[in-house]
């Protein structure tokens, strides 16, 4: 029942000065005043019974009921659950980045920049969840199809299906943990194949289950941009002699403020970013978890693990082929997925993305399938001194089958390719050209752009491993060029298991399929066998449906966020953590280019990587220890293992700061 909201109170003298003569009434109708009288008996609250929490008599209400709006916001500030404070949607302010968790003022609830689909005041119990039950003890997760996941929703009359709450924030030490807090990036534009998300279309894909509901306070905006306060706050947390910077220019660094101007993304706050990740608030060695191993994996956001959740439970199925509903959810669920990747890396048919259990994965299969077809004795296979083991061995393995050479781009000290070397390397027998666009070992970030452009001026092809770019900076395969362009999912918040590869449509077209079996045929007698065309013909067998749809998910978050906006978070934290850990006595810092994203590799003089990571892991923070699967750049700097942390858009000021300490005690022992 929607009550409508007058724009004055009844009874004030504005309201009587407002009043005007009524038309006179067709016969049969009853008076306006004897309908008023008769209402107010109605709604008027019964004999002894306290009035509703946050309202009484005299603000606005008729019988207990509010007649206007701001008589129900004492309601929003007594659920258990309400939205997140200091949410991206409400604007940051109250706190720095270095307080992971902290529940900010002026949050709004889930839903709020989205428009109702009607004019209604009605209030969604969707913020009344358990305020202590575990997201994963609710009955069902429920995906918003604007998204992926709606935070809660009303429970279903009588049949008691509970909402689902969110996961707690991870809090620091000491800090009292607040209620969870729903998630303000699950109203992104994802949805099932066929079905366009407007604000106006959030609804639940299952039976029999209420949608959450969208309101908003009049005023809200004006108000969340009045109260918004944004200062850059200089860093002068560090002594010592001056640190070169290779990011920014000249500048002194400052603890990274997120972007600070309204446009098409919320603005970023990293607190409200962190409580959308449950494992967070993980302990480790009696220490709230800091996780600096995100070049290894990422952690998954709510709406990620929810989608997933949901999927087992209403669209379990094999994908095509089948008549039942399920098989069509599940169809629908998977194929969406597919253009949700299109979308995110700018490709312009879902035909050219192919489903793997990686980029490993896929490296193997363009080199097994194109690179068998196409290089031949005396070609040659161009790759750089950065790669990852999986951007060689594949290519050596076909070189010893095929007869070819490996070629490789050399680096400077900094650990920037040369060009003009690459150049040198080109020429007629070059045949396909490979290149991690981002290292994950040193952090480099390769102008691709250019080395794909001098590879088809050579006639080559050119394939850009974006496993450890995807997640950092803005990826545009059009724009890049890339015949090929291959990720996995866990780098980028989404499940293991799954990956991505891209190829222009015309090249796939011509490729012979890797893998046989089901699904990849379109028609198969004992003398011959038709293949599927693109994408399918890659996908033989049963993939990995379920860990497709949940990459949507976090592709869909991510877009959010805005991955502009998660850039620029993590470049000037990079700044900043560079700024403090290379002044600490006998650290040494391996890759120094001046384009970087992510990873701080180092060394620690007098100790062993592994006792430096120990170090680290008995107070809570988390970091790789080894060669990274990329011996030869590490050898090219004399070294056999390095520590490396890597930042996310999770991480904080605080955290790197912790980090350093630990390396500073380190230092004074030895």
Sequence with gaps: MTIPTPTVNPGSASSDALALPHAPLPAGLPDPAALARLASEFFATPPGQATAPGLSAGSGAVGGVP???????????????????????????????????????????????????APTHVLSLGNRVPALAPHAAAQNGLPDNAVSIA???????????????????????????????????????????GWQATPQDIVVPSNGLASPEAFGLPGDDALRDLLAVHRDVPVSRASGAEVPRYFIDDAQAVEPQGNLHRGAHPPFDVNAIRRDFPILQERVNGKQLVWFDNAATTHKPQAVIDRLAYFYAHENSNIHRAAHALAGRATDAYEHARDTVRRFIGASSPDEIVFVRGTTEAINLIAKTWGVQNVGEGDEIVVSHLEHHANIVPWQQLAAQKGAKLRVIPVDDSGQVLLDEYRKLLND????????????????????????????????????????????????????????????????????????????????????????????????????????????RFEAGTGNIADAVGLGAALDYVSRVGIENIARYEHDLLAYATSVLAPVPGVRLVGTARDKASVLSFVLKGYETEEVGQALNEE??????????????????GLEATVRPSLAFYNTCDEVDALVRVVKRLATRR
């Design 67 to 117: 007649s206007a709006l701001p008589a129900a916001a004492p309601i929003l500030a007594s659920v258990s659950n309400p939205a997140p404070a200091g949410s991206p949607l409400a604007g940051p302010g109250g706190t720095g980045t270095g307080v992971p968790g902290l529940a900010l003022p002026q949050g709004k609830a889930p839903g709020a920049n989205l428009a109702p689909s």
């Design 620 to 637: 809570g923070i988390a970091v790789r220890s080894g060669h990274h699967c990329a011996q030869p750049i590490l050898r090219r700097f």
């Design 429 to 536: 027998r070059t045949k396909i050209v490979s290149v991690t666009q981002v290292s994950n070992a040193l952090g480099t970030v390769v102008p691709v752009k250019e080395i794909v452009e001098l590879a088809h001026r050579a006639g080559a092809k050119a394939l850009v491993d974006g496993a450890q770019s995807i997640s950092h900076m803005r990826v545009d395969v059009q724009a890049l060029d890339a015949d090929f362009f291959v990720f996995s999912g866990h780098k980028i918040y989404g499940p293991t298991g799954i990956g991505v590869v891209y190829g222009k449509r015309a090249i796939l077209d011509d490729m012979p399929p890797w893998q046989g079996g089901g699904n990849m045929i379109a028609d198969v007698t004992f003398e011959r066998t038709v293949f599927q065309p693109p994408p399918n």
């Design 151 to 193: 935070p809660a929703f009303e429970p279903r009359v009588g049949g008691a299906a509970l909402g689902v709450p969110q996961a707690s924030a991870a809090v620091s030490d000491g800090a009292v943990k607040a209620a969870p807090a729903a998630s303000p990036y699950y109203f992104t534009d994802g949805s099932l194949q």
